[in-house]
């Protein structure tokens, strides 16, 4: 899963709002074992991290062509 989370470091310059880096930071998390990754899989509707991914297909073919989801 995808969480976006306002990271505000209080810069002592004017608030830029939407245009600051820290105020929307992008954060992945496997839908299983909730740990936060910089990769996630998609596999049957869930995004996974790669242990999970591979736990859950349990198929060398299945898990050698798992793509990783872009989230431009």
Request: glycine share 2%.
């Amino acid at each position: 899963m995808i969480q976006y989370v306002d990271e505000c470091v209080a810069c002592d310059r004017p608030c830029l709002g939407r245009a600051c880096p820290y105020r929307s930071v992008k954060h992945l998390y496997c839908d299983r074992c909730n740990t936060e990754v910089d990769t996630l899989y998609l596999l049957d509707g869930e995004e996974l991290c790669r242990d999970c991914a591979e736990e859950v297909a349990n198929d060398e073919y299945i898990t050698e062509s798992l793509e990783e989801i872009r989230y431009d």
